[in-house]
């Protein structure tokens, strides 16, 4: 008789994992086929805006040109409404101060940066936000290159040309830390810059083709 209820639970408990697993199985297959599958792959050019640095060496105002930007961003699914991103970004432009040594100097700007994107799904277009952080190189022509943090936030609108193409608009303020009166661009023991604020800030507005697989 005891044989038979230890029979029985047995039967009833194997039945009932057997049930469990069928759900839990289902649940993560439904789960998944709600995130999207395609990764993106978006060459972007885009509009830089200049930012002015204060050169306490000096005492005057450097200026650093505005101009157009160029750009790649790799999109990864992460949840229905999530993606994580790898950008990079690069400015070819130039230094300016009337009589300086820097005076019409080229310098490019570039932003390598990890971050997400949040979606905002519609029927014919896909509004979306997006933070990133991680590292802006200046590199002056003939000067000491310098690497410092950086992070960025934005915002815009991804609309699809079909099953694998799609345009991204984009707005964008990339914010670089600087160190108060740290020298920048130094050159035989020679520092060109010692930037007076502590944060370096560009605009940027870009239009990009994406490629979806």
Same mark, same amino acid.
């Given at each position: 008789?005891? !044989?038979?209820?230890?029979? *029985? $639970?047995?039967?009833?408990?194997?039945?009932?994992?057997?049930?469990?697993?069928?759900?839990?199985?289902?649940? @993560? =297959?439904?789960?998944?086929?709600?995130?999207?599958?395609? @990764?993106?792959?978006?060459?972007?050019? #885009?509009?830089?805006?200049?930012?002015?640095?204060?050169?306490?060496?000096?005492?005057?105002?450097?200026?650093?040109?505005?101009?157009? !930007?160029? +750009?790649? @961003?790799?999109?990864?699914?992460?949840?229905?409404?999530?993606?994580?991103?790898?950008?990079?970004?690069?400015?070819?432009?130039?230094? /300016?101060? !009337?009589?300086?040594?820097?005076? +019409? =100097?080229?310098?490019?700007?570039?932003?390598?940066?990890? #971050?997400?994107?949040?979606?905002?799904?519609?029927?014919?277009?896909?509004?979306?936000?997006?933070? %990133?952080?991680?590292?802006?190189?200046?590199?002056?022509?003939?000067? /000491? /290159?310098? %690497?410092?943090?950086?992070?960025?936030?934005? +915002?815009?609108?991804?609309?699809?040309?079909?099953?694998?193409? #799609?345009?991204?608009?984009?707005?964008?303020?990339?914010?670089?830390?600087?160190? *108060?009166?740290?020298?920048?661009?130094?050159?035989?023991?020679? $520092?060109?810059?010692?930037?007076?604020? !502590?944060?370096?800030?560009?605009?940027?507005?870009? @239009?990009?083709?994406? =490629?979806?697989?």
């Amino acid at each position: 008789m005891a !044989s038979k209820k230890l029979n *029985s $639970c047995a039967y009833f408990l194997n039945l009932t994992a057997k049930r469990f697993s069928f759900q839990l199985v289902f649940f @993560i =297959l439904l789960g998944s086929s709600t995130v999207s599958s395609a @990764i993106e792959l978006t060459l972007y050019a #885009g509009y830089r805006s200049g930012e002015e640095f204060k050169d306490e060496i000096s005492n005057q105002t450097i200026n650093l040109d505005e101009g157009s !930007s160029v +750009g790649i @961003i790799l999109n990864v699914p992460y949840s229905k409404v999530t993606e994580m991103e790898f950008l990079y970004s690069s400015q070819p432009t130039k230094l /300016s101060e !009337s009589g300086s040594s820097v005076d +019409g =100097l080229d310098i490019d700007i570039d932003y390598w940066h990890l #971050g997400g994107t949040y979606l905002f799904p519609r029927e014919k277009y896909v509004p979306y936000f997006v933070a %990133t952080l991680g590292a802006t190189h200046m590199k002056p022509d003939g000067l /000491s /290159s310098e %690497t410092k943090f950086s992070f960025s936030l934005g +915002g815009g609108a991804k609309i699809p040309l079909g099953t694998r193409l #799609g345009l991204r608009l984009e707005g964008r303020a990339f914010m670089t830390t600087l160190d *108060s009166g740290g020298a920048l661009f130094c050159s035989n023991g020679q $520092c060109n810059i010692a930037a007076s604020s !502590s944060l370096f800030t560009q605009l940027e507005a870009s @239009i990009g083709l994406t =490629l979806k697989f």
